[in-house]
């Protein structure tokens, strides 16, 4: 799940703060994602961005993918927000086996690379912000990738033109 400006940013290169720039249409929209999540998994820089907004909850279990685990140890708190450092692919796996179905995935740019590039994502849940940033983060990775979508619904949240799009992913 994420939310971009019409040309693809979902950070502002000057200020990775995506509350100064989203509506609170999308927040609401994201929050209530969030509630129903109990797994959630994010990478370095997204924690970073958000983690003075994360409310922990020990129904939900975060996870953050880094390279360093080791430079988040005084943030660790075991069940509800840990820090790894594996593969998309090894992580589904490990969660698979303790009984996980469903994660949120929310980013960055480098995290959604991985997990659509090793085909881990049935779907892409877009918030589209009426919204052009000359240069900033985009939505994956600039990298060779290539992957069909088929749209599932469209919704407009609000009288600027915030659009959620929910897409199935078809590779």
Do not use: C
């Not at 969030?34 to 820089?45: D, F, N």
């Not at 960055?108 to 919204?131: D, K, M, R, W």
Request: glycine content about 6%.
């Amino acid at each position: 799940m994420m939310v971009s400006t019409m040309n693809g940013k979902i950070t502002d290169t000057n200020d990775p703060d995506i509350y100064k720039w989203t509506s609170k249409e999308d927040k609401s929209a994201f929050m209530k994602y969030i509630s129903k999540s109990s797994l959630i998994v994010m990478g370095r820089k997204t924690y970073e961005a958000a983690k003075n907004i994360i409310r922990l909850n020990k129904n939900q279990r975060r996870i953050v993918l880094t390279k360093d685990p080791h430079n988040y140890i005084s943030d660790e708190v075991p069940g509800q927000l840990e820090f790894m450092s594996k593969t998309p692919k090894n992580l589904v796996k490990e969660l698979n086996d303790e009984g996980y179905s469903q994660m949120l995935l929310v980013g960055g740019s480098t995290t959604n690379f991985q997990f659509l590039q090793e085909e881990l994502v049935n779907e892409i849940h877009l918030t589209v912000e009426p919204l052009i940033f000359g240069s900033g983060v985009s939505f994956i990775d600039e990298a060779e990738l290539k992957i069909q979508l088929q749209l599932k619904s469209m919704k407009r949240l609000n009288s600027r033109g915030t659009i959620v799009l929910k897409y199935k992913v078809l590779n």
